[in-house]
């Protein structure tokens, strides 16, 4: 499992990403001030891990063993997936996902948004 400095480390290295302690100290990562990551709420040196996801990749990743959908952001209505528990995902996957979650948090920004973050269309 990845450890908070793993994920921290992956997260910064995200375009545009921003970081920032809150709910309950969780470490947060932000682009153009929506959420793409979440780490935090574990007993152990790795985080419980958050991320948004396609349709497809929630349905496919809600009932593995050590993810479930995301208790609150989940039952919103969004699409959003928590590692809590081994087995879980590999580091190299998971980190595909945190970096498809940005992807997926910086299309819905405004295109002045993404132009001012250096992100593009």
């Avoid at 921290?8 to 920032?20: G, I, K, L, R, S």
């Avoid at 990551?37 to 990749?57: L, M, N, Q, R």
């Amino acid at each position: 499992m990845m450890t908070y400095d793993e994920y921290n480390e992956f997260c910064a290295a995200q375009p545009a990403a921003t970081h920032v302690v809150q709910w309950g100290g969780a470490h947060v990562w932000k682009v153009g001030g929506k959420v793409f990551a979440i780490g935090g709420w574990s007993d152990s040196d790795a985080p419980f891990v958050t991320f948004k996801c396609s349709e497809i990749a929630f349905e496919m990743l809600k009932e593995q063993p050590g993810l479930r959908p995301a208790p609150y952001l989940a039952a919103r209505g969004g699409k959003w997936i928590q590692m809590h528990d081994e087995p879980g995902l590999s580091n190299e996957d998971l980190q595909a996902y945190i970096a498809a979650s940005h992807t997926l948090v910086v299309r819905k920004l405004t295109k002045k948004l993404r132009a001012e973050l250096g992100l593009g269309d």
